[in-house]
C-alpha cells in the first residue's frame, strides 16, 4: 500500500475546496440591520469570518461607517440560499458569492466610499439585491 | 464581544440587545487576537481578576468583534462608559442572573472566563481603548 494523502490534510483541502465566501456590505445607513445579517447568517449555517467598518481612524467611521463583513459555509448546504434570504431582509444590503481572494482585496482600511465604486465594477459577478444598480461614478483609487 | 459568543451565533442577538438598550454602535472590528495582544488589553487586571490567565487563553481561542459604542439615548451627561457597564452586569454571568438578569453577561455568559463581553473599566480610558483596538490594532 502507498500513502498518498494524510487524513488531517486531506479533509482540510476537501472542505477548503467546499467552502463558499460571501461578501457582505452595511451601508452605514442601514447598520440597525447588522444584527439581522448575523442571524439569517446563522440561519443558513454560515460562520462569521471578518468584519469591519470601513476606513483607518475612528473620524472615518463615524464619517462613512459602511461595514464589510465575510460569512462562511458550505457549498451544497442550504448556505447557497443566503443571498436570497438577505435580499428580503434588506434590500439595501449587497451580499456576493466572491473567492476569499477578491474579499481579501475588499477589505481595505480605505474609507468605502473611495473603493466601493471600483470594486462592483471591475470585479462584481453577481450581486444580490432586489433593488436595480444605480450606476455610480469611478472614483479613483488614491493611498494617502 | 468574546469568541464564544460569535462561536454560539449569539453575536447578533447581543447587538440587538445593545441598540435596543439606546447605544449606537459606530463601528465594528473582528479580530483573532495572538497571546500578546491579548495579554496588553487586559494587562491592567492581571492582579484583579481571579481568572485572569484563562480570560486571557479564552481571547485567544477565536475571533473577538469588537464594538466602538456611543452613548445615543442611552445615557446623559456624556457617561457612557458608566452606563455601558450597567448594561454588561455582574462579571460573573451566575450573580448577574440572579441580580440583574437583562444584563449582556447574564444573558449570553457562561462563567467567569466565559463571560460575553469585555467593556472598558473607566470613562478616560474608552478613547485609549477606542484608538488601541480601531486603529492601531486595525491597522496590523
Not at chain 2, 442611552?74 to 460573573?92: H, I, K, N
Not at chain 2, 466565559?114 to 474608552?126: I, K, M, R, S
Request: glycine residues 6%.
Amino acid at each position: 500500500m502507498v500513502l498518498t494523502n494524510y487524513a488531517n490534510s486531506f479533509t482540510r483541502e476537501y472542505m477548503t475546496s467546499r467552502e463558499v465566501h460571501f461578501l457582505v456590505v452595511i451601508p452605514s445607513s442601514r447598520f440597525r440591520s447588522f444584527p439581522k445579517v448575523l442571524n439569517t447568517a446563522r440561519q443558513f449555517s454560515l460562520s462569521l469570518a471578518r468584519v469591519r467598518t470601513a476606513g483607518s481612524s475612528v473620524r472615518d467611521f463615524l464619517e462613512c461607517g459602511d461595514v464589510v463583513m465575510e460569512v462562511v459555509g458550505i457549498s451544497g448546504h442550504n448556505g447557497d440560499e443566503f443571498p436570497v434570504a438577505m435580499a428580503k431582509v434588506d434590500s439595501e444590503i449587497i451580499v456576493q458569492n466572491s473567492p476569499m481572494e477578491e474579499i481579501t482585496v475588499c477589505l481595505p482600511t480605505l474609507p468605502l466610499s473611495l473603493f466601493l465604486p471600483t470594486y462592483l465594477s471591475c470585479h462584481c459577478r453577481t450581486i444580490w439585491r432586489s433593488a436595480p444598480l444605480v450606476p455610480v461614478a469611478l472614483a479613483p483609487l488614491s493611498v494617502s | 464581544m468574546k469568541p464564544h459568543v460569535i462561536k454560539d451565533g449569539s453575536a447578533g442577538s447581543l447587538i440587538s440587545d445593545i441598540l435596543s438598550a439606546g447605544f449606537d454602535i459606530e463601528a465594528v472590528f473582528s479580530i483573532h487576537m495572538s497571546l500578546s495582544i491579548a495579554e496588553t488589553l487586559l494587562s491592567v487586571y492581571r492582579s484583579l481578576l481571579p481568572s485572569y490567565s484563562q480570560s486571557i487563553q479564552h481571547l485567544t481561542t477565536g475571533p473577538v468583534m469588537a464594538l466602538l459604542i456611543s452613548s445615543g439615548s442611552a445615557a446623559s451627561g456624556g457617561r457612557c462608559v458608566e452606563s455601558f457597564r450597567a448594561l454588561c452586569g455582574p462579571l460573573e454571568p451566575e450573580l448577574g442572573r440572579i441580580l440583574e438578569p437583562n444584563s449582556l453577561r447574564a444573558k449570553y455568559g457562561l462563567d467567569l472566563v466565559h463571560n460575553a463581553v469585555h467593556c472598558t473599566d473607566l470613562e478616560e480610558d474608552g478613547e485609549l481603548e477606542t484608538r488601541y483596538i480601531f486603529e492601531t490594532l486595525a491597522s496590523l
